[in-house]
């Protein structure tokens, strides 16, 4: 099962900083340390790779024989390229074995979309990755964050204000109503990873690109 996929590096995209923490652009960060206690993985900071890092092996977990390494960019949003070549050097991943997981504003906050490869779309740490890498043949893993709506009357007014300016956006906090059921995204989120190593991309593409969380 596992011939079809060799993802190897796992990329959560953020910003560091304590300003920055649980922000909508950093629900890549926030999977990574999802995925990390599933996997019971440490993580810790690795000038080496401008970043905060972990590995282990998580064979017991579904047949998974070789090492998962886990990065989350300490350089900045605009800069995270410079840690994910960095670190690809180091352990001489190709970019096939290098899984990106971001934020995106054109989905909904519950609903995620896997591409085998694809432009950056817009989002600058995309942007940097795609240059330092020298393509944009990768996969990723784009997390909805939504554009300001919300559900949620209490919040409205909130996530309205915020949609006015989209740098403020997606550095805001997410409301009460998302934060509930942000441990549901994750779960779908570390889920279809998952499918990824033990099933490959295609399949897993197939079985949750049409998911979503309801709220």
């Known amino acids: ?11 959560g995209l953020g910003n560091p900083g304590t300003e920055y923490e649980r922000t909508r652009h950093n629900i890549g960060f926030m999977a990574a340390d999802a995925l990390a206690s599933d ?4 993580l810790g900071k690795e000038k080496r790779f401008y970043g905060i890092f972990g590995e282990g092996r998580i064979f017991s977990t579904f047949g998974h024989s070789g090492k998962i390494r886990l990065l989350k960019p ?24 290098i899984l990106v997981i971001y934020d995106d504003m054109d989905l909904p906050l519950g609903k995620l979309r896997l591409r085998p490869s694809g432009s950056a779309g817009g989002h600058n740490g995309m942007k940097s990755i795609i240059s330092h890498l020298g393509t ?15 559900n949620n009357n209490d919040n409205q007014a909130i996530a309205t204000k915020a949609n006015q300016n989209v740098t403020n956006f997606v550095l805001s906090g997410f409301t009460d109503a998302e934060n509930k059921v942000l441990p549901e995204v994750f779960a779908l989120s570390n889920s279809a990873v998952t499918s990824i190593l033990r099933d490959g991309l295609e399949k ?5 690109n049409s998911r979503s969380i309801d709220f």
């Open 74 to 97: 300490t350089t900045y949003m605009n800069l995270s390229g410079q840690a994910v070549r960095a670190c690809a050097d180091w352990f001489k991943c190709s970019p096939a074995n």
């Open 1 to 11: 099962m596992l011939e079809n996929q060799s993802i190897s590096l796992i990329v």
């Open 136 to 150: 944009q043949n990768f996969p990723r893993l784009r997390l909805g964050i939504g554009r300001g709506g919300s």
């Open 39 to 42: 996997w019971s993985i440490s």
């Open 204 to 208: 897993t593409m197939s079985l949750y």
